[in-house]
C-alpha cells in the first residue's frame, strides 16, 4: 500500500465532495425534507439524525472495505505474495488516477463502474424504504446503513485500495477513514443545504482536488516501478 494511504482515503473523501453533492445531494434533501416540520425547524434537532444517516453510512463503507480487504487477504495466500502485491497495487494506482481524472472532470469513465453497481443496488434500495418516514434516530440509522450500497465510483475505487491492503482490518480502516473524510461535506449539505453545495461547486476546487489524487496516483506509480 501507498505510504500515507490512510490519510489520503480522508483527503480523498474530503475533496471528493463534489462528486458527493452530484451523488448523494439529492438524497440528503430527501432524507431532510422527510423529517417532522419541528425537527427540521432548527439545526439543533435536526443534528441527531444527520448524525444517524451518516454513521450508518460509514458503517456500510466500513464492513464494505472489511469484505474486500478479507479478499485481498484470500489472493495473497492463492497467488505469489510479491506478485500478488504489485497487481493489487497498480489496479490500485489505476483507480486512483481514474478517479483523480473523475473529480476533476477531465474523464467520466468511473461512470460505467458505477453501472455496474447498480444490480446490486436494485436489490438493497427497498430495504430502506421500510424505514421513511423517518420519525425516530433509529429509523435514520438504518436508511444510512442501506444508503451506504449506493453505486458510486468514489466509493468503488477506495475500495480497490481496500482489497489491495490484503487484510480485512485495514480495508475497514481505510473505508472508515474515506467516510469520516465524506462527513463533512455530507453534514453540510443536509444541515446548510445551498451555502455548502455552493462551495463545493467552485470549478477551480474541483479541479484542484483531482490534480491532488492524480499527483497521489503517480507517486503510487513511481513506487510500484521503483521497486
Not at 2 to 11: D, F, K, P, R
Not at 146 to 167: D, F, K, M, Q, R
Request: proline share 3%; charged share 10%.
Amino acid at each position: 500500500m501507498i505510504s500515507g494511504t490512510l490519510l489520503t482515503a480522508w483527503l480523498v473523501g474530503l475533496l471528493g465532495g463534489v462528486h458527493c453533492i452530484g451523488m448523494c445531494g439529492g438524497v440528503v434533501a430527501t432524507l431532510t425534507a422527510g423529517l417532522p416540520r419541528e425537527e427540521r425547524a432548527q439545526i439543533a434537532r435536526q443534528l441527531p439524525f444527520q448524525l444517524a444517516y451518516n454513521i450508518g453510512r460509514i458503517g456500510s463503507y466500513t464492513l464494505a472495505g472489511a469484505l474486500m480487504g478479507a479478499l485481498g487477504a484470500v489472493a495473497l495466500e492463492l497467488v505469489p505474495l510479491h506478485l500478488t502485491q504489485r497487481i493489487l497495487y497498480g489496479v490500485a494506482a489505476a483507480f486512483m488516477l481514474a478517479l483523480g481524472l473523475y473529480l476533476g472532470g477531465w474523464w467520466q469513465g468511473l461512470t460505467r463502474v458505477e453501472r455496474l453497481g447498480a444490480l446490486l443496488w436494485q436489490r438493497i434500495e427497498p430495504l430502506g424504504r421500510r424505514f421513511i418516514p423517518v420519525r425516530r434516530w433509529w429509523q435514520a440509522l438504518a436508511v444510512g446503513l442501506v444508503w451506504g450500497w449506493l453505486p458510486c465510483g468514489l466509493v468503488y475505487s477506495v475500495l480497490i485500495w481496500s482489497a489491495g491492503s490484503g487484510s480485512a482490518l485495514q480495508g475497514a480502516l481505510l473505508m472508515l477513514l474515506f467516510g469520516l473524510g465524506t462527513l463533512p461535506n455530507l453534514l453540510g449539505i443536509g444541515l446548510l443545504a445551498g451555502a455548502a453545495a455552493r462551495l463545493i461547486e467552485q470549478r477551480w476546487l474541483r479541479q484542484a482536488a483531482g490534480a491532488l489524487v492524480i499527483g497521489f496516483a503517480l507517486y503510487a506509480f513511481w513506487q510500484l516501478l521503483a521497486f
